[in-house]
């Protein structure tokens, strides 16, 4: 069961995610829609995009969980499904991460070229081949083949300033951050019999642990810890548990009138943002920092952009609208996967636009016709049946 909101919203969020991430090569560009530096009380438009995926990422868990339910598959099957995906995000967005400090003087191969490979290696592996057109008999050696140019690139790899460090978790990268809340999010929830309650005390948890790491930084020295701290700072999953209550409060009010369905959600998503206002001056609005405002401002407005778009297109059925972004809702890793190959072909052959083309609303045009490229792209690779999957 595919829930329209949920993959337009899904779709509508990858779509901003590549656009505010290609603004690093436009200058000129208005402060509201850039992220805010570390030491800024202050949230920009790009600020509000991944929680908002975070988010997502919660109203998706219970009706895939439902769905496996429904074909009677055991509790320890889902639980291995959940755990293999949430490993592979981690695994991808570990490569990803120190792609970012590469020190390329020490590598035996250039910057973009260990991207590319890292890149492609990613579609090796976790493409859907069995939808693919590519022959049953060539799925393992392909993949086998991807796992060894990653083995390969973790051998070869140097970083740090000088080259003296090997690959580190650091913040773990965007699809890192998606993997530990969704693996921590949904295994809770399963364990749980899907409980209401429970995921109200686990948000609660991740409230305090959020609040206390503003206040007072418990973020440990030691590596091996450090490597946990997005569950133990607990912004990062507090997002994806909102969206899983969200829609758990959504169901259980099914029964009700439909106006008091969306005056509930949209009074609670007005009360976050209150929230996060009003707790402001104790610890600031900050996406860098994960501060408590910047959790309950961004959560508040995911909750209300879920209730308009489930106005639209599932009681209203307006969704040819979204059409041409339909993929990036269905086939969001393979979306999301492109631009590391583009960005490193562009710099390695030199690629450039006139300045002009790059500067303010004209750059920011191009940037977003940029992004809906990459979801066209994606509708195509998904038509010929080349899709990746977790």
């Known amino acids: 069961m595919r829930i329209a909101s949920i993959d337009i919203c899904r779709a509508l969020t990858m779509v901003l995610m590549i656009w505010v991430n290609d603004f690093w090569t436009l200058t000129n560009i208005p402060k509201w829609l850039t992220h805010a530096k570390a030491n800024e009380d202050y949230m920009g438009f790009s600020d509000i995009i991944f929680p908002l995926f975070l988010f997502i990422v919660g109203l998706s868990i219970p009706y895939a969980i439902k769905n496996r339910v429904l074909k009677n598959e055991k509790t320890v099957l889902i639980a291995k499904h959940i755990l293999i995906r949430a490993l592979s995000l981690l695994f991808i967005g570990f490569f990803m991460v120190n792609y970012e400090s590469i020190h390329e003087e020490s590598m035996l191969i250039g910057k973009y070229t260990w991207c590319l490979l ?25 993949q086998v083949f991807g ?11 140097k970083g740090g300033s000088l080259g003296e460090n090997w690959m580190k978790p650091h913040w773990w990268g965007i699809l890192g951050l998606i993997g530990w809340a969704y693996g921590v999010n949904a295994l809770v929830y399963l364990y749980s019999k899907r409980s209401l309650p429970i995921m109200i005390v686990l948000l609660f948890i991740f409230n305090i642990l959020c609040i206390v790491n503003s206040i007072y930084g418990i973020t440990s020295e030691n590596e091996f810890i450090r490597a946990f701290s997005p569950i133990y700072t607990g912004t990062v999953p ?32 007005i009360v976050q943002i209150i929230y996060g206002l009003a707790t402001r001056p104790y610890w600031g609005i900050s996406k860098i920092q ?10 508040g407005i995911g909750i209300l952009l879920f209730v308009l778009l489930y106005y639209i297109t599932d009681v209203k059925k307006q969704v040819h609208w979204a059409k041409i972004i339909a993929p990036a809702g269905t086939a969001t890793l393979t979306c999301y996967m492109i631009p590391y190959f583009i960005y490193p072909i562009r710099n390695m052959i030199d690629i450039r636009l006139p300045d002009y083309l790059n500067t303010s609303i004209i750059g920011l045009f191009l940037s977003f016709v940029f992004a809906l490229l990459v979801v066209i792209f994606t509708g195509l690779a998904q038509q010929k049946r080349f899709t990746l999957k977790l």
């Open 147 to 157: 796992f060894t140019i990653l083995l390969f690139l973790a051998v070869i790899y």
């Open 238 to 269: 507090a997002f994806t548990t909102a969206g899983i209550i969200v829609i758990l409060l959504f169901q259980k009010l099914s029964g009700s009138a439909i106006k008091w369905r969306y005056i509930s959600l949209i009074t609670l998503g």
């Open 290 to 299: 994960g501060t408590p405002s910047w959790l309950a401002i961004c959560t």
């Open 118 to 142: 890292m890149a492609f290696a990613v579609v090796l592996i976790w493409m859907h081949w069995k939808k693919s057109p590519v022959s049953k008999k060539w799925h393992i050696y392909l």
